[in-house]
């Protein structure tokens, strides 16, 4: 299996492994970036949390990402202005916008190489369905704009350019922000009850659960 573009960048400090039971008021189940990032916030806010990775953070699906962050994924918004109506989908393009917003915010202080750059979104052979997504866009009043060309060695219909996104490494950036995080690592949850997760070496009580995994980790109901 090849590696991660970004697994020699940076090394990820460890963290301990939970022994025996405990009790806290959050548990986070996941150590990617959904998780790392619920846990930040916890630790901005005070709250009483723990997270759990049962191999290293940003070792899955995180090491392995493309590493924009964009408000523009794939040809979705005009489809989600029939299914779900405009209210609903500007509060999803807003979520969006936000968090890009607070990545700008957080990265300010990390070394991650952040950077601004345009996104852009074409068909190679369809100007329709690039031209149904910008009218989508325009009545979401999204910062969005039709070009006819971009620099690719191939022709294409048409693009969508989003300015003022973002790239950044994803591993430099778990790295800068874990450090103060209450994460253990190499800590399976085999099983989960009512307000308690269920590991090799004990359990923990939680008056809330977070399953920050990319698939759901146990496959039962």
């Given amino acids: 299996?090849?590696?991660?573009?970004?697994?020699?960048?940076?090394?990820?400090?460890d963290f301990h492994s939970l022994i025996g039971d405990t009790k806290t008021d959050v548990l986070i189940i996941g150590g990617g970036m959904a998780g790392i990032l619920c846990a930040y916030f916890f630790e901005q806010a005070d709250v009483d949390y723990i997270l759990l990775e049962k191999n290293r953070i940003g070792g899955g699906i995180t090491k392995n990402t493309t590493a924009k962050i964009t408000s523009q994924h794939g040809l979705i918004y005009h489809k989600m202005l029939k299914s779900i109506g405009i209210n609903k989908t500007k509060m999803?393009?807003?979520?969006?916008?936000?968090?890009?917003?607070?990545?700008?915010?957080?990265?300010?202080?990390?070394?991650?190489?952040?950077?601004?750059?345009d996104n852009y979104i074409y068909s190679l052979d369809n100007?329709?369905?690039?031209?149904?997504?910008?009218?989508?866009l325009k009545k979401l009043n999204a910062n969005a704009e039709f070009v006819s060309t971009i620099p690719l060695?191939?022709?294409?219909?048409?693009s969508i350019k989003f300015?003022?996104?973002?790239?950044?490494?994803?591993?430099k950036f778990i790295a800068g922000i874990s450090k103060k995080e209450n994460i253990f690592e190499h800590t399976e949850v085999k099983e989960l009850a009512p307000y308690t997760a269920i590991t090799e070496t004990g359990k923990i009580t939680a008056k809330h659960i977070i399953v920050a995994t990319h698939f759901p980790f146990l496959n039962k109901h």
């Fill in 1 to 13: 299996m090849m590696n991660s573009i970004w697994s020699d960048s940076i090394k990820i400090q």
């Fill in 92 to 117: 999803h393009l807003d979520a969006n916008n936000l968090a890009l917003d607070e990545y700008r915010k957080i990265c300010k202080y990390i070394e991650c190489d952040f950077e601004e750059k």
């Fill in 127 to 136: 100007r329709s369905a690039i031209k149904s997504e910008l009218s989508a």
């Fill in 153 to 158: 060695p191939f022709a294409i219909a048409g």
């Fill in 163 to 171: 300015p003022k996104q973002a790239q950044f490494n994803p591993l």
